[in-house]
């Protein structure tokens, strides 16, 4: 079964509805599907779209999973190496990794497959990887560890959990189909055997693709359009803000060469406080944020990509927009032009004891420099955001992730064999 491509193995499942066929017991939908002599129904539009692992051959440079739309279904992982495991061990488990992430976000299956998503065809899979702080001194490699991965400072707003916090390795996962994701997670959770262990797991979830009439920036538990202000590709200083330049590897804030073409990942895990929340009126929320709830638009009028009129004011002499609207203090004019790309994941891990939802936002954010990214406009958040009453941060990670590698390469290459 492992040189059958995932995507060959289509339209099986309507075909066994519509004949009635009972699947269970050994083989089931898969045995049908390899021996079936009927053509496969093509995929849909969710189900074909492949997103390729590596760079190069006249695609991005950068890994997959950054500027990648962000998918129905994501993971966050976090691992720890195993004592010993030192620098060889560390690149046998990314060349390892590497093979199965081609393979996986291709729709193929890889080594001995469990099986899950043998219906599916690639379904938008991305999976990214990084490294944390504590990977170079895991490693021997302290000398090629960049001065931007130095720890995020301490906010006062945070109540951060340690053992749901940074970690060696650092993996995100993202696709369009539950079990196309499910199934990269228990692939690379297996071929991790016994070179490194999970540190965390934070399992999210987006609106699927085609729920709405017409692609929308996404919502987020608070009901809250959420994206807004992203940077866009197309803007000319996109790569800048983000991605680490070529030639960076010199001079004062210099970067080990290896990190060209990569970015710095924020993770943050914010629960909402969703029951107080809930209890403010829409107009009171809106002004929390600094926008309509209903379509994004920023109080002072227009739609949701209209430019917010921080002077204008209302009838009253206030600002229309709050002085402590998260939209005014995030805003990048507000803060030295400091941009980050925001990617999120919506979260719910179930009830507490208390009776509240343990649910919110898995927060990651891409930046070339997280000091002059997500550093100070979370200072400046932390000092007076209206939402910060109905926010809590509970776990923070920061993660260096190279660029993507090229044909033949895997992922980190350059940075454990390359000293």
Known sequence: ???????????????????????????????????????????TTVGSTEVAFHAGAGRTRHQAGITTPAQSTGYLIAFDLAAGAGRAGAAALLRRWSASAQRLMAGEPVG????????????????????????????????????RLDPLPDFSSDQLDARRSNGDLWVQIG????????????????????????????????????????PMTTRNLMGQIDGTGNPKPSESDFDQRIFVPDGDGKGAGAQPEWMAGGSYAVVRRIRMLLDDWEKLTVAKQEKVIGRRKKDGA???????????????????????????????????????????????????????????PDAGLLFVCWQADPMRGFVPVQRKLDRGDALS?????????????????????????RLVEGH
């Not at 990509?305 to 009253?316: I, Q």
């Not at 002085?323 to 990617?343: M, T, V, W, Y």
């Open 389 to 413: 009453p109905f926010i809590r941060h509970e776990a923070s990670g920061l993660f260096a992730v190279p660029a993507g590698p090229g044909p033949g390469e895997y992922v980190g290459q």
């Open 1 to 43: 079964m492992n040189d059958i491509s995932r995507r060959r193995l289509l339209g099986t499942a309507g075909a066994v509805g519509a004949g009635g066929l009972v699947v269970g017991g050994a083989g089931g939908a898969a045995a049908y599907a390899a021996t079936s002599a009927d053509p496969a129904t093509a995929l």
């Open 175 to 214: 696709a369009n189909d539950p079990l196309v994701a499910f199934h990269a997670l228990r692939s690379l959770q297996n071929e991790a055997g016994s070179a490194a262990r999970v540190r965390w797991q934070m399992n999210g979830f987006n609106r699927s693709p085609g729920a709405t009439a017409s």
């Open 112 to 147: 001995d497959d469990t099986g899950i998503a043998l219906d599916a065809g690639p379904s938008s899979l991305t999976v990214t990887f990084g490294f944390g702080r504590s990977f170079f001194d895991r490693t021997g490699l302290t000398a090629q560890r960049p001065g």
């Open 298 to 356: 920023p109080l002072t009028g227009g739609t949701e990509t209209t430019e917010m009129d921080l002077d204008k004011a209302g009838p009253d002499g206030k600002f229309v927009i709050p002085d402590n609207a998260h939209a005014r203090i995030s805003a990048p004019e507000q803060n030295g032009g400091a941009a980050l790309l925001r990617r999120t994941f919506s979260y719910h891990d179930g009830i507490g004891a208390d009776g509240t």
